[in-house]
């Protein structure tokens, strides 16, 4: 199984500031015959499921703040919040779904600093 | 709207079968591009994907689990159930069902599930005596 490691665990961010989480796949999940990174990222507040926010590494789905942004490519992504709102507390996990089983980071906890 | 919505026992005890249902509406589980996967979460852990099922009864499961998981749906009723035997209290968690937008690969169009675009509310099974 492909082991997603995300950093750090958790961050305090004043808001309007920009908030940075990475996350590293054990193996490459970067696809060449459609040159799409099979990698998401989803967004959980307390008692709710996970939300998602970005697929294929850097694509955001409807209705997405564009403040939320995804990069990397391989085996390092970054999902990046440009401008830290009070509505943006939550856990985040990025998945990879490039083999079966599709497997979850550990998550970040994004708190208010 | 979509919109999946997950039922079954609140508390199961050790060694019994976990029965879950996902009952879906706004898509059809006979839509090619479309599954329905199961995921658990653990109360303050990560979720860990459990099961999918694809248009064509095709099923795919957990490496660890897979021995106690069985996933089967019933298109005329929007259903997809998911039953794991032998319950211990570690498999205490949140249960959520999602739909997952799939992909065919290779001449023989092997279908493969993506990312979770929409989840059930999930439901909190309790493993005890």
């Known amino acids: 199984d492909i082991v997603m490691t995300q950093s750090p665990d958790s961050l305090a961010v004043s808001l309007g500031e920009r908030a940075t989480i990475n996350c590293e796949s054990s193996q490459s999940v970067f696809y060449s015959s459609n040159n799409k990174n099979y990698l998401a990222w989803y967004q959980q507040k307390p008692g709710q499921p996970p939300k998602v926010l970005i697929y294929?590494?850097?694509t955001r789905e409807s209705g997405v703040p564009d403040r939320f942004s995804g990069s990397g490519s391989g085996t390092d992504f970054t999902l990046t919040i440009s401008s830290l709102q009070a509505e943006d507390v939550a856990v985040y996990y990025c998945?990879?779904?490039?083999?079966?089983?599709?497997?979850f980071g550990q998550g970040t906890k994004l708190e208010i600093k | 709207q979509v919109t999946l919505k997950e039922s079954g026992p609140v508390l199961v005890k050790p060694t019994e079968t976990l029965t879950l249902t996902c009952t879906v509406s706004?898509?059809?589980?006979?839509?090619?591009?479309?599954?329905v996967s199961w995921i658990r979460q653990p109360p303050g852990k990560a979720p860990e994907w459990l099961a999918h099922i694809f248009s064509n009864d095709e099923e795919s499961y957990s490496t660890s689990l897979k021995s106690r998981l069985t996933i089967s749906k019933d298109t005329s009723k929007s259903q997809v159930v998911l039953t794991m035997t032998n319950m211990d209290p570690v498999d205490t968690a949140t249960y959520y069902c999602?739909?997952?937008?799939?992909?065919?690969?290779?001449?023989?169009?092997?279908?493969?599930?993506?990312?979770?675009?929409?989840w059930g509310k999930g439901t909190t099974v309790t493993v005890s005596s």
């Open positions: 294929w590494a850097s």
């Open positions: 998945q990879q779904y490039y083999s079966s089983p599709c497997t």
């Open positions: 706004g898509f059809s589980l006979s839509n090619a591009g479309m599954g």
């Open positions: 999602a739909r997952c937008p799939v992909g065919y690969y290779g001449s023989g169009r092997t279908p493969y599930y993506y990312y979770m675009d929409v």
